[in-house]
T-cell receptor
Framework: SQQGEEDPQALSIQEGENATMNCSYKTSINNLQWYRQNSGRGLVHLIL?????REKHSGRLRVTLDTSKKSSSLLITASRAADTASYFC??????????????FGTGTQLKVEL | ETGVTQTPRHLVMGMTNKKSLKCEQHLGHNAMYWYKQSAKKPLELMFVYNFKEQTENNSVPSRFSPECPNSSHLFLHLHTLQPEDSALYLCASSPFRDPPGELFFGEGSRLTVL
């Protein structure tokens, strides 16, 4: 399996509900990032949480990081139809030979229905 | 608008054609990346350039040839591609290679190989 794996693969909710996506990873990381991708478009950075942080907020986004469980969650509160997109976590790990490696998961497809 | 521009947005080519994808960033970043995004797969890092020097080649077939003439421009030259190379090719940049921090992505070039 991948360094970063999102769960669930797909999520369908009603507008106004909260959406929670999870990401699990395997190795120690410097930070974990969440990105959003609208269909057929590029990825847009949402939020970065460092390994020494446990929770971070940005507008309607709340990200948590549990390094002991090697997992993170992204919560979108009061979802809107415009939040419909794919969401990816990306882990920044230090390589044993030096340098960093940013690894993306397969993403969670979120659909917010009116 | 992320400051990273990719052209063309769509490209259809035969297996014997030669074409190029172009990426330009206006952010003053030093690191540039090529990613391949295929359906149901995680983003695959193809190449990394740092200060115009290639620092990573993830075992990419030689039919893909990158070129980085300066820190603002990145090309991906395509030659004798296979149908399985059809994918969305994403260019990204970051201020530094290590650690990369937030990546800024272009909108991608959708490639179809017939």
């Amino acid at each position: 399996s991948q360094q970063g794996e999102e769960d669930p693969q797909a999520l369908s909710i009603q507008e106004g509900e909260n959406a929670t996506m999870n990401c699990s990873y395997k190795t120690s990381i410097n930070n974990l990032q969440w990105y959003r991708q609208n269909s057929g478009r590029g990825l847009v950075h949402l939020i970065l949480i460092r390994s020494n942080e446990r929770e971070k907020h940005s507008g309607r986004l709340r990200v948590t990081l549990d390094t002991s469980k090697k997992s993170s969650s992204l919560l979108i509160t009061a979802s809107r139809a415009a939040d419909t997109a794919s969401y990816f976590c990306a882990t920044d790990a230090v390589l044993t030979g030096g340098g960093n490696k940013l690894t993306f998961g397969t993403g969670t497809q979120l659909k917010v229905e009116l | 608008e992320t400051g990273v521009t990719q052209t063309p947005r769509h490209l259809v080519m035969g297996m014997t054609n030669k074409k190029s994808l172009k990426c330009e960033q206006h952010l003053g970043h030093n690191a540039m990346y090529w990613y391949k995004q295929s359906a149901k797969k995680p983003l695959e890092l193809m190449f990394v350039y740092n200060f115009k020097e290639q620092t990573e080649n993830n075992s990419v077939p030689s039919r893909f040839s990158p070129e980085c003439p300066n820190s603002s421009h990145l090309f991906l030259h395509l030659h004798t591609l296979q149908p399985e190379d059809s994918a969305l090719y994403l260019c990204a940049s970051s201020p530094f290679r290590d650690p990369p921090g937030e990546l800024f992505f272009g909108e991608g070039s959708r490639l179809t190989v017939l």
